[in-house]
């Protein structure tokens, strides 16, 4: 505001001393962004958004109207990603074949958090997976493999030495291995601690995990909340401790659309599809009023060629194809795109772009809005 306000001033001087103009003048009255938010729903494809609506009688969720373009998420080695090569593509801008996190033919990748900590912003990795899922791992660490062992050790390390300044997702045994390794690079190192939450410390560094922060459907359907992590809840805390004057870059991942797709379980993915409405929901509360923050929602990939319920009596676990992931094209929705370019957005872009993008955010502050087509 402060400097927007010199312009002007700047701008009135100029005219008074009878001079032409202020050629300088903004051309655009927004701000500069400084908070970039990748929201990353594991395996949900554009089916898994259509029959959710279906299923709980949802007419649209808010973030639909923000809907920008689809995204091919094909990886250096196969039509159809896994999560490791989806994440790269996501967090670094190359492909790179399946099982590759972060790295290619062991040559290290720079990603988004890796640009934003230059840029002297926060950083951080929230998911309902553990942080060596494939999805945090890309956003975080190089390695030249996905699977725990022998990887999640180095993915572990990676995380410790990364700078990142939050790290919460679900617990997995190889962090309790290295948590000396994070305390000594400064992190307060915290298992099933929601009060923690309240009182996080601008100035210190977290790894938060919950052994239950799993699937929030469990609890519906076991009707048993005493452990129950309130997710959204969480974003929100998150999103208040990384909040500053030089902005942040934070992804967020919900891992159990995924998860329950390749069970083909109809019911508990059209839930976690709910539950990553509601993730979305919490990030837009913090956006309210606010200009300084895109927040890019997409996908991975597509998980279980999940087709279309026209009825709901057809919504049934019979919808899935398949029992992996598909090389469908997935959706791409920008609340900060659509408020500031109203158009149709029709090209298709690759999940390559979607770095460019951040990349260009986080160093510049602008959105380039050339890259949707
Ligand atoms: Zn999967």
Same mark, same amino acid.
């Given at each position: 505001?402060?400097?927007?306000?010199?312009?002007?001033?700047?701008?009135?001087?100029?005219?008074?001393?009878?001079? *032409?103009?202020?050629?300088?003048? %903004? &051309?655009?009255?927004?701000?500069? *962004?400084?908070?970039?938010?990748?929201?990353?729903?594991?395996? =949900?494809? %554009? /089916?898994?958004?259509?029959?959710?609506?279906?299923?709980?009688?949802?007419?649209?969720?808010?973030?639909?109207?923000?809907?920008?373009?689809?995204?091919?998420?094909?990886?250096?080695?196969?039509?159809?990603?896994?999560?490791?090569?989806?994440?790269?593509?996501?967090?670094?801008? !190359?492909?790179?074949?399946?099982?590759?996190?972060?790295?290619?033919?062991? !040559?290290?990748?720079?990603? @988004?958090?890796?640009?934003?900590?230059?840029?002297?912003?926060?950083?951080?990795? @929230?998911?309902?997976?553990?942080?060596?899922?494939?999805?945090?791992?890309?956003? &975080?660490?190089?390695?030249?493999?996905?699977?725990?062992?022998?990887?999640?050790?180095?993915?572990?390390?990676? !995380?410790?030495?990364?700078?990142?300044?939050?790290?919460?997702?679900?617990?997995?045994?190889?962090?309790?291995?290295?948590?000396?390794? =994070?305390?000594?690079?400064?992190?307060?190192?915290?298992?099933?601690?929601?009060?923690?939450?309240?009182?996080?410390?601008?100035?210190?560094?977290?790894?938060?995990?919950?052994?239950?922060?799993?699937? /929030?459907?469990?609890?519906?359907?076991?009707?048993?909340?005493?452990?129950? *992590?309130?997710? %959204?809840?969480?974003?929100?805390?998150?999103?208040?401790?990384?909040?500053?004057?030089?902005?942040?870059? #934070?992804?967020?991942?919900?891992?159990?659309?995924?998860?329950?797709?390749?069970?083909?379980? =109809?019911?508990?993915?059209?839930?976690?599809?709910?539950?990553?409405?509601?993730?979305?929901?919490?990030?837009?509360?913090?956006?309210?009023?606010?200009?300084?923050?895109?927040?890019?929602?997409?996908?991975?990939?597509?998980?279980?060629?999940?087709? #279309?319920?026209?009825?709901?009596? &057809? @919504?049934?676990?019979?919808?899935?194809?398949?029992?992996?992931?598909?090389?469908?094209?997935?959706?791409?929705?920008?609340?900060?795109?659509?408020?500031?370019?109203?158009?149709?957005?029709?090209?298709?872009?690759?999940?390559?772009?979607?770095?460019?993008?951040?990349?260009?955010?986080?160093? !510049?502050?602008?959105?380039?809005?050339?890259?949707?087509?």
């Amino acid at each position: 505001m402060k400097k927007k306000f010199a312009v002007v001033l700047a701008c009135l001087v100029v005219v008074m001393m009878g001079l *032409v103009g202020c050629s300088k003048a %903004p &051309s655009q009255s927004q701000e500069e *962004v400084k908070n970039v938010i990748v929201m990353i729903g594991d395996g =949900f494809g %554009p /089916n898994h958004l259509a029959n959710a609506k279906k299923y709980f009688g949802v007419d649209k969720f808010a973030f639909e109207d923000h809907y920008v373009c689809d995204v091919t998420t094909y990886s250096k080695d196969s039509e159809i990603t896994d999560s490791a090569a989806a994440a790269t593509a996501l967090a670094t801008g !190359q492909k790179v074949n399946n099982g590759e996190i972060g790295r290619h033919q062991g !040559q290290d990748i720079e990603n @988004l958090m890796e640009i934003a900590i230059k840029q002297g912003k926060k950083t951080g990795i @929230l998911t309902s997976d553990s942080l060596c899922g494939a999805t945090p791992a890309g956003f &975080s660490a190089h390695t030249d493999g996905r699977d725990y062992v022998p990887y999640a050790d180095e993915m572990a390390q990676d !995380q410790c030495k990364s700078g990142i300044d939050i790290f919460v997702g679900a617990r997995a045994g190889v962090y309790d291995e290295n948590f000396l390794s =994070f305390l000594q690079r400064g992190y307060t190192y915290e298992t099933d601690n929601t009060s923690i939450l309240n009182q996080l410390n601008h100035n210190s560094k977290y790894i938060l995990q919950y052994s239950d922060l799993k699937s /929030n459907y469990n609890h519906i359907l076991e009707n048993s909340w005493a452990d129950w *992590v309130d997710y %959204p809840a969480l974003i929100t805390k998150v999103l208040q401790y990384l909040d500053n004057e030089n902005g942040f870059c #934070l992804m967020i991942e919900n891992g159990y659309i995924d998860k329950y797709s390749h069970n083909n379980n =109809f019911e508990s993915t059209m839930h976690e599809v709910m539950y990553f409405a509601q993730m979305i929901e919490a990030v837009y509360q913090f956006c309210a009023g606010r200009d300084d923050t895109v927040v890019m929602i997409t996908a991975d990939h597509e998980t279980g060629g999940l087709q #279309l319920g026209d009825t709901k009596e &057809s @919504l049934t676990d019979e919808l899935y194809t398949s029992d992996g992931h598909t090389a469908t094209n997935v959706n791409l929705f920008i609340k900060y795109a659509v408020d500031h370019k109203q158009k149709n957005y029709s090209a298709v872009i690759d999940n390559t772009d979607i770095f460019r993008l951040g990349k260009q955010l986080l160093e !510049q502050g602008t959105f380039n809005f050339d890259l949707l087509g």
